[in-house]
């Protein structure tokens, strides 16, 4: 019988981790799905989308545990992010992107936020970079007007 409790203790603590791991993986994922939410936003010129995804990406940032994100880290995030939200000019939004984009990069270098690659994208004329879920250049700063303007500079690898 005791050994049969310490089976017992034995998978649910099992199950436990996996759940904690799972949740980590999903907030993770959340904070990083939410950003590629406002660069797509922002290539595709929709200052209104990109507005409201800027608002999820916020929300997303906020879920973080402080274990995971401190108070400073988040507040990095958030602040571009309000910008981007508040705003319904496309110009505006996207200058506040490249300093998001910057905050993100440090996040994801030090192994946050992405159980997939990550690439590291420069644009030549804004002297600025983004991060995109895909190796394929669409540049958010200019949009439509120079959509494959720009090179991957760096592949992050996943993160567990």
Same mark, same amino acid.
């Given at each position: 019988?005791?050994?049969?409790?310490?089976?017992?203790?034995?998978?649910?603590?099992?199950?436990?981790?996996? &759940?904690?791991?799972?949740?980590? *993986?999903? #907030?993770?994922?959340?904070?990083?799905?939410?950003?590629? %939410?406002?660069? !797509?936003?922002?290539?595709?010129?929709?200052?209104?989308?990109?507005?409201?995804?800027?608002?999820?990406?916020?929300?997303?940032?906020?879920?973080?545990?402080?274990?995971?994100?401190?108070?400073?880290?988040?507040?990095?995030?958030?602040?571009?992010?309000?910008?981007?939200?508040?705003?319904?000019?496309?110009?505006? &939004?996207?200058?506040?992107?490249? *300093?998001? #984009?910057?905050?993100?990069?440090?996040?994801?270098?030090? %192994?946050?936020? !992405?159980?997939?690659?990550?690439?590291?994208?420069?644009?030549?004329?804004?002297?600025?970079?983004?991060?995109?879920?895909?190796?394929?250049?669409?540049?958010?700063?200019?949009?439509?007007?120079?959509?494959?303007?720009?090179?991957?500079?760096?592949?992050?690898?996943?993160?567990?």
């Amino acid at each position: 019988m005791k050994s049969f409790q310490i089976f017992a203790c034995a998978v649910m603590m099992l199950l436990f981790v996996s &759940q904690v791991k799972a949740q980590t *993986n999903s #907030s993770k994922d959340a904070v990083l799905t939410a950003y590629y %939410g406002v660069k !797509n936003a922002l290539i595709s010129g929709n200052a209104t989308t990109a507005n409201a995804k800027a608002k999820e990406f916020q929300t997303a940032v906020s879920a973080v545990p402080a274990d995971q994100l401190t108070e400073a880290q988040k507040d990095k995030l958030l602040f571009d992010a309000r910008h981007i939200g508040e705003s319904n000019d496309i110009a505006h &939004q996207r200058e506040h992107f490249a *300093n998001l #984009s910057e905050n993100m990069y440090a996040q994801v270098k030090a %192994g946050k936020f !992405n159980s997939a690659p990550v690439y590291r994208d420069y644009c030549p004329m804004k002297k600025s970079y983004w991060l995109s879920e895909s190796s394929a250049i669409k540049n958010p700063y200019y949009g439509n007007q120079m959509l494959t303007c720009g090179e991957v500079k760096e592949t992050l690898p996943a993160t567990k």
